[in-house]
């Protein structure tokens, strides 16, 4: 089992930037696909990149172009580097480890999130 942190959210203005973290810790880090998922009020979680353990990515079409999902097996970590935010980008955003791809499901292990708030 993995343990996750998020780190990095904030408040930040439409158009700008903001890097979130996920610290990793309890297993072998290099074999998980990490995913970044994000939950805005009153709606659905929703998967937003991955990141497969041989280093392919993939994001949803609402992020693509302006997110990048990245990863750091010897800090164990997983990165989401996020630019030309938008308000629709509000939500509270959560690192996902787990050993398929299948990102549309619920399995893995979950860090506790982190908020995101983009004012216009």
């Known amino acids: 089992q993995v343990q996750l942190v998020e780190s990095g959210g904030g408040l930040v203005q439409a158009g700008g930037s903001l890097r979130l973290s996920c610290a990793a810790s309890g297993s072998t880090f290099s074999l998980y696909n990490m995913g970044w998922y994000r939950q805005a009020p009153g709606k659905q979680r929703e998967w937003v990149a991955g990141i497969s353990s041989g280093r392919t990515t993939t994001y949803a079409e609402s992020v693509k172009g302006r997110f990048t999902i990245s990863r750091d097996n010897v800090k164990t970590r997983a990165y989401l580097q996020m630019n030309r935010l938008k308000p629709e980008d509000t939500a509270v955003y959560y690192c996902?480890?787990?050993?398929?791809?299948?990102?549309?499901?619920?399995?893995?292990?979950w860090g506790q999130g982190t908020q995101v708030t983009v004012s216009s």
């Open positions: 996902n480890a787990r050993t398929d791809a299948r990102w549309g499901s619920n399995l893995g292990s």
